[in-house]
């Protein structure tokens, strides 16, 4: 940039361009700041941006832009996608792809030989995840990989791309996904030299039809669906974990059930600090067929006393509640006292627990195969630790409070499934 140059001194042109430009309009986290990686990882929700991001990474690799390109002009790109009628449509021609978006010193697609040509003399060769053989050969100094989670090949596809990934000063990648658990993505995720970014689709709502987040919302939020198409995160099921991710979505009901009776079960952590365990808060209640109903999950992390014991009391109170079951096996007598510091009218049930965490969870995992324990509710950090919760606890070395409070609630409801009928509602 010349000394002395400011905004006043653009032509009426060359102001249009820089307004034109994508920087000005970028969100933060479709840029890789701060680091020059081989590998960009953007992973996001539906409409999220991908596919823009995607795009403009290109257009900026072959101009020079940083910081996409650090000022190197690449010319030789590759385009990866599912199929190769998914590359033409989505990666080139689609609403958000690069022919929709250059305006200055635009390419053309040669159909025939499947390529972008700049006029500066850049070609994009597009590929597709069903030939992985096809990138044996050509070599790259670029490549946008698109929706990695779908490719029929994708280790073999992306692992010969790397293979031609070797011209050039700095070759460099950027891959574009919908978070799927496969073992590709997982290796990505877990090699240092990637950079990750997580997109949301609501960070990109200003650009898309109006209603559409609030409808997807309003269908697929707290869901592992909406989870994984919506906020990108990435959901996996553990292999030895007691429960399924398609298991908990089955117990999901809309209409909650006439309930006879309705307790709330406590997990105290040892202690209060910081460091310390959650302190596991979840209801439950019996419905007249006998099965159970998860109502909540009220779980409080690194809480006092005084303040886990206040939210237990208070979801006791708005559930409408028979008692508080409480495990004591970690502070005895104090944890019944800690709840009636809060309210002295309150009963509660001491349990302590004589067998491991597993095995007590055991029998409740099977009720849920049995569809005798059902969800009233999306319950996303429940069904996280559910789902993770294996023969050695959680993949985190953290303790199961959820899971452990979830558990106490249900055994105590099928043990007492005889109690006298009393038709509970959630007032």
Sequence with gaps: MQRGWSPANLTA??????????????????????????????????GSGKTRTGAEWVDAAVRGLPPFSYALKHRRIALVGETLADAREVMIEGPSGILSLVRQARPRFETSRRRLVWPCGAVAQIFSA?????????????????EIGKWKNAEATFDMLQFGLRLGAAPRQIVTTTPKPTPLIRRLLGDPATLTRRMRTDDNAANLAEGFVGAMR????????????????????????????????????????????????????????????ACGIVAAGLAEDGRVTVLADATQRAAKPQEWAAAAVGLYH???????????????????AVIRSVDTDVPVRAVRARRGKWIRAEPVALLYAQGRVQHAGRFSELEDEMCDFGPNGLSNGRSPDRVDALVWAVTELMADKSAEPRVRGLG
């Design 13 to 46: 042109e060359q102001a249009e361009r820089v307004l034109a430009e994508w920087v000005g309009k970028a969100r933060i986290e479709q840029y890789p700041i701060g680091r020059r990686p081989r590998t960009f990882l953007l992973i996001g929700g539906r």
């Design 130 to 146: 069903e030939d992985p053989d096809s990138l044996r050969g050509p070599q790259f100094e670029a490549a946008w990989c698109d």
């Design 218 to 277: 309003k269908r697929y939020g707290g869901t592992r669906l909406g989870r994984q198409e919506l906020d990108g995160e990435l959901i996996e099921d553990r292999e030895d974990a007691l429960w399924s991710r398609a298991a908990l979505e089955a117990a999901f009901v809309a209409e909650l059930p006439e309930l006879r009776r309705i307790v709330v079960a406590v997990d105290p952590p040892a202690s209060s600090r910081k460091t310390s365990d």
């Design 318 to 336: 708005r559930l409408q509640a028979d008692c508080l079951v409480a495990e004591v096996n970690q502070g005895g007598d104090m944890v019944t």
